[in-house]
C-alpha cells in the first residue's frame, strides 16, 4: 500500500509540474462540455458568456468573471465546476456529465498560470525550434529534420528503418516530384553514381523536367478549381489554359510564393501588369458561368463572388470560410461581417454569367509569339521598302500617266455592234453608240452583245447603264433606276477563227460512264440559237430525255421549267 501511494504521488507532483496548456489541456474539455452553451454559436449562447475567446471568459458579467487570471478564487469558472449545489453546476446535470477531479485539478493549475488562451497553430506565426542533439552517434542523422525525426524515434524506443535500395529510393523520389516513375536511364545513372551527391544530383535532374512543374500544379489548380469548361448543365468549354501553363512556369521557375500569390490576388492592380500578371488573375476566373437560358445573370454574378470569397481563404488560408456567409464561423475566428468584407474585395469584377466570358485578353502560345515577331520584322523590312523612293518605278509610273491623257482616249466603243436577249427585248442603237433596250420586262434576262474591237489588245471592259426620260420616274431600267447584274462572259476572237457547223456533238468514251447535262448552248451573233435545234442521245431512261438539254433551263432544276 505503500508502495502504491507513493508511486500515485509522484505521477500527481509530475503532472503538477508540468505547464497546462490551453490548446492540449483546456480546450478540449470546454469543446466537449462548455462550447454548445457558451461558445461561438450567438443563438445557442447562454447567460451571455463565451468561454471560446481571452475576451469573452474574462469579461466582466454583471460583476461577475468566469475567469480571473491568476486567481482561482474569483473566478466563477472554478465554483461552477467543482461546487456540489445541483442548481449551481457547470455543466448542468441534464447536458452531460460533470467534471472529473482531474479536469477540475487541469483548471486551477491553468487560471494560477495565468489563463492564458492560445490561438490555433495554424493562426499563430511559426517559430523556428532549436535543433534537438542527439545523445547517441546516429548514421541516420545527415541533416536537421533527420534530427527532430531521431529526437521523436528515441523517446518511442524506435529505431530508424533500414535505409531503402537506390532502385526503390529513385522510383520513390521520381513518383513524388514529377509523378512518373524514373525511366531506365535515370535508374542506371542513379545507381553508377557513387558520389556523395549522388542523390542531390538526381534531385536536381527531376526538379529541371517540365514534368515537375506539370505534377504538382495539378494540387493547385485543383485548389483554384480549374477546368477546361464552364460548368452547370451546358458545361461548355472554356478557353483559360493559359492561367493553366502560367501556373506551371511558375513551379518550374521556382517564382518565390509571395510573387506568385501578389500576381494571382491582384495582378491587374500591379504598375504597368505584364500579360503574364494579368493571365494570374485568372485565378478569379475558374468560377463556374450558367449559360442556360431564362437565368437571372445577377444571381450567378453574386454566386461566382461567393465561390471567390470561399476558394480563396481555402487556396491561401487553409481554412473553411463559407460558413460564415450565413453567421459568424463557430469553429475558426471568422465573423459574419469579416466574410462580408472580405466579399465586398472581390465584388468589384466586370464578369457576369454570360456566354461570351467577356472581359478577355489574347494570350498566344511562345510558337505564336514567335511567328508575330517574325511578321513584323518582315512587316518593317517592306515597309522601308515602299517608302524609299524608286527611280525605276517612279519614271515608269510617269510614263504611264503621261499615256492616260483623258477618259475618252482610254477607252474605245465597239463597232458594227448588235444585241439580243432571251426574252425578245427589243434593242435600239442610239447615236451614241448606246442601246435603249425596251419592251416586256422579264425577271432575270441574258443580253447578247456583239461587235468588233477597234483595239488590237483588249485589258479592260466597261458596260455604263445610263439613264433615258422614257424609262422609268427614276429614268432607268428597274423600279428604282437599278438592276443587278450577276454575271459577265466575254468571248473573243477573229473573223478567221469562225467556223460553220450543223451539229454539236458531245461524247464520252468508256463504259460505265454517264454525262450530266443541265444546259446545252450554241451562241451566235444572234444568241443562243440551240434551243431551235433538235437533241438526241444515244441512250436515256424515261425520266431522262434529250430536250431538256436545250430547253433554255440553266438553273438545275428540270422541274421548275
Known sequence: MLIRYLILLSLSLSAASAKVSFKNDIRPILSNHCFRCHGPDEKERKGNLRLDTFEGATKDNDGIKAIVAGNIDESELIYRISTNDAEELMPP???????????????????????????HWS???????????SQEPNNSIKNEIDAFLQEKLTKEGLNPSKEASKETLVRR???DLTGLPPSLTEVDSFIKDQSPKAYENLIDGLLAKSSFGEHWARMWLDLARYADSSGYADDPPRTIWAYRDYVIRSFNENKPFNKFTVEQIAGDLLPEPTTEQLTATAFHRNTQTNNEGGTNDEEYRNVAIVDRVNTTMATWMGTTMACAQCHTHKYDPITQEEYFQLFAILNQTQDADRRDESPIIKVMSPDQNKDIQDIEERIKKLETTLSSPNEENLSALNEWESKLNNENNRWKLLENTTATADSGATFELMKDGSFL?????????????????????????????????????????????????????????????????????????????????AEVEVLTKSGNVATKGKATQSSDYSDAVATRAIDGNKNGDYNRG
Open 123 to 133: 493562426y499563430q506565426k511559426p517559430i523556428r525550434p532549436p535543433v534537438p542533439k
Open 437 to 517: 433596250v425596251s419592251g416586256k420586262e422579264a425577271p432575270t434576262d441574258t443580253y447578247y452583245v456583239q461587235g468588233i474591237s477597234p483595239v488590237d489588245k483588249i485589258t479592260a471592259v466597261k458596260i455604263e447603264p445610263l439613264t433615258h426620260e422614257s424609262l422609268s420616274h427614276w429614268k432607268g431600267p428597274g423600279r428604282k433606276g437599278n438592276f443587278v447584274l450577276n454575271e459577265i462572259e466575254l468571248l473573243a476572237g477573229t473573223k478567221s477563227l469562225a467556223k460553220k457547223g450543223q451539229f454539236v456533238r458531245i461524247d464520252l468514251p468508256g463504259n460505265g460512264k454517264m454525262i450530266h447535262l
Open 93 to 119: 446535470k441534464k447536458a452531460g456529465e460533470k467534471l472529473t477531479a482531474k479536469q477540475i485539478e487541469l483548471f486551477k493549475q491553468w487560471i494560477k498560470e495565468g489563463g492564458k488562451y492560445e490561438k
Open 173 to 175: 523520389v521520381s513518383l
